[in-house]
């Protein structure tokens, strides 16, 4: 069974810290992406990836930057934390367009506040 | 620019009854769509997608191009039916291809 693995349930950090949110997954897949989650609003790309030191941005990248340097590696990086990003982070992982079939497989996500 | 919009935040129906979740999009290019549901406490998972014309779970979802749509049906809903359902559009890039998901519908299936 895939598994992605986000490395923390629960952060808590303070306005101006730099943030990691680590992501981790065991498919092989060569894509993958970090989405915000926030009630009302839905899922909202931020960056993805589909290679190794390749990245994308998704449609709210303001704020954060990526990190792939392995290719079952994917970080996501808040530069100076900021109280309008307090959310639920989740990470997912997929094969390439041409193998996917629209299926994403997702971490647990990383519910973080910061105050 | 691709969209895709679920005009219920909330929709709530008795064990039995039918439900339809709402889901229209907007796309230049040539449409892939799925639903995803996350029930509480699990992780986002892939239900179903509209090029497999399949029935999971019960539910079933035809993509309408004439009127932009792909809701989410199922004849009889039950208890275990209650979850947050996500419509999902995929755009290909010149890279990849990513989703685009609409914000959401909570089913609440009550006794």
Known sequence: DVKVTQSSRYLVKRTGEKVFLECVQDMDHENMFWYRQDPGLGLRLIYFSYDVKMKEKGDIPEGYSVSREKKERFSLILESASTNQTSMYLCASSFLSRRWGGKLFFGSGTQLSVL | ?111
């Open chain 2, 1 to 111: 620019a691709q969209r895709v919009t679920q005009p219920e935040k909330l929709l709530s129906v008795f064990k039995g009854a039918p439900v339809e979740l709402k889901c229209n999009y907007s796309y230049s290019g040539s449409p892939e769509l799925f639903w995803y549901v996350q029930y509480s406490r699990q992780r986002l998972q892939l239900l179903l997608r509209h090029i497999s014309r399949e029935s999971i779970k019960g539910f079933t979802a035809d993509l309408n191009k004439g009127e932009t749509s792909f809701h989410l049906k199922k004849p009889f809903a039950q208890e275990e039916d209650s979850a947050m359902y996500y419509c999902a559009l995929s755009v290909l890039t010149g890279t990849a291809s990513k989703l685009t998901f609409g914000t959401g519908t909570r089913l609440q299936v009550t006794l």
